[in-house]
């Protein structure tokens, strides 16, 4: 986590076409926040202001430390949904409580490097996140859209033309911050019978306070709050790190994983430190970021600066904005979220890449989960590694002239997987006096592959036959040395040579 001003400063300022993109698209992704951090409370049962005022804190507290500028960071459904049984249980002070824990963890998480995990994470399960994403954002919008009148798909539709019509006229204004501004002066003006972000909760007036949770500083309290504070950190983590790969896709430059995880950590007491709940990064305001323009620190920072400034100053005028324009702004994510390549390559790509992918985007849609999706995509990605590879050796066997000595070439990746296959390919039939095992070009990988070759060695000898094992590379060696029940040469350790 080396700091380089020089770096850092460009994050935030470049030029001023940069700098007119980061603060109006800044200003977009605060009007789409406003009726997602309202909702996260609802889902966490607590007052609308706990998720608005910990998308303010979390998004301009992320900006200034985080390690993946242009990602907007906020309250979300991952953490609210885990958080709601706290709340119902003990009330908002051990939320506030278990938010600083989370933050804690995360920052631990930071320095033990624990961004590496991403590294196990293949490309199909990121695809599978994404697509599965996009769908439950066009999900979460379909509420909006059921039992209402003709004039909220007409606004709808109205903003979807504008959001993609207007680029093709001019780009200097982001599309989407000027289709939720015509469509709340058509709405106030024409007092359309349609939904506002005011009929989603009651809007906080004033600004947010700092305080310390008030709870009692006793185990009793940690036992209560770290198993929520362990999930939410864990939870956040894994969102923010996958959306942090795909801003650095969309925007092909590179992110500080590790000072990300840090960033998210502290965010999160500070947000719980000003009465907020705890969240991580948003791939639906992300995505509306990036593709408003939005590339520097800048952007995020405007986020939740403007979003503090609409809740202190503008309250009754945001709340009769009217929710069909940011339902239009919110499909225009999901479509532009969607990986549509992923479909005709179900075709072209190796089907066990397409069923992890398609695996992820059924688990994470059928359970609301993003985690439990991911996980399952790790894990089958991971089997279907481990099978591919189980096949990537082979055992040649060669007979000197008159049978007497058997020599076995192996090769290749001998490793808990393989053992099975491996131990299969010794004769037990053969009849050779003298075995020979060449392992010059094979590698054990572990004490099963050792527990292997063991097996083998002590079935060969029980037969009456002498066992020579040769060309171990050096890790192989060390394995063997350690754990093995014969030495190199194929004799048992403690016994004489025969």
């Known amino acids: 986590m080396t700091f380089q001003f020089a770096t850092y400063r460009r994050q935030w300022f470049t030029d001023a076409v940069a700098l007119r993109k980061d603060i ?7 009007l789409a926040l406003i009726p997602e951090a309202i909702g996260f409370s609802i889902i966490a049962g607590v007052d609308p202001r706990v998720g608005l005022y910990a998308s303010v804190a979390i998004a301009m507290t992320i900006a200034l430390i985080g390690g993946r500028p242009a990602m907007v960071s906020a309250a979300t459904a991952a953490v609210a949904v885990l958080v709601a049984p706290l709340v119902r249980d003990h009330g908002v002070q051990y939320l506030f409580a278990a938010t600083i824990l989370m933050g804690l963890i995360q920052i631990a998480a930071g320095l033990l490097r624990l961004d590496l995990v991403m590294q196990f994470v293949s490309r199909s399960v990121i ?14 919008q379909l509420p909006q859209l059921i039992g209402v009148g003709w004039q909220t798909y007409a606004m709808v539709a109205a903003g979807l033309a504008i959001i993609y019509g207007l680029p093709r006229v001019t780009k200097a204004v982001p599309s989407p911050l000027i289709a939720i501004l015509v469509l709340s002066a058509l709405a106030i003006a024409l007092k359309l019978p349609v939904a506002t972000v005011g009929d989603m909760g009651k809007l906080p007036e004033g600004l947010p306070s700092l305080a310390l949770p008030q709870v009692p500083l006793t185990l009793e309290t940690l036992r209560i709050i770290f198993p929520y504070a362990l999930t939410m950190a864990a939870v956040g983590l894994l969102e923010s790190l996958l959306t942090a790969q795909i801003v650095d896709d969309m925007t092909d430059t590179d992110s500080g994983k590790r000072r990300e995880c840090a960033g998210q950590g502290a965010s999160n007491v500070v947000a719980a430190l000003f009465g907020g709940m705890g969240g991580c990064a948003m791939i639906g305001q992300s995505v509306i970021n990036v593709t408003s323009g939005g590339r520097g620190r800048l952007s995020t920072f405007v986020a939740g600066a403007f979003l503090l400034f609409l809740l202190a100053v503008l309250g009754p005028w945001v709340g009769r904005v009217p929710m069909p324009a940011l339902v239009a702004v919110m499909i ?24 992890v992918m398609l695996t992820t985007v059924a688990v994470v849609v059928a359970t609301h989960d993003l985690s439990r999706g991911v996980l399952a995509g790790v894990l089958l ?6 099978g591919k590879v189980q096949r990537m050796f082979a055992v040649e066997r060669t007979l000197s002239p008159g049978g007497a000595r058997a020599l076995y070439r192996v090769s290749g990746e001998i490793f808990f997987a393989s053992v099975d296959r491996f131990t299969r390919a010794f004769h037990a039939e053969d009849r050779a006096s003298q075995v020979v095992i060449d392992v010059t070009a094979a590698h ?12 083998i060695v002590a079935r060969l000898r029980r037969d009456g036959r002498t066992v020579e094992v040769i060309g171990y590379n050096s890790a192989s060696a060390d394995l063997v040395d350690r754990f093995a029940r014969y030495d190199k040469t194929g004799v048992e350790l403690g016994l004489a040579p025969h």
């Open 381 to 386: 990605s991971g089997i279907f590694f481990a």
């Open 127 to 140: 695809t599978g996140f994404v697509n599965a994403l996009a769908i439950l954002i066009f999900m979460a």
């Open 24 to 30: 109006l698209a800044g200003i977009v992704v605060a």
């Open 444 to 455: 054990f990988w572990d004490i099963s592959a050792v527990g292997a070759l063991d097996k």
């Open 332 to 355: 225009m994510v999901s479509i532009g979220t969607f990986s549509w390549n992923s479909i005709p390559n179900l075709r072209r790509h190796p089907l066990p890449s397409s069923i």
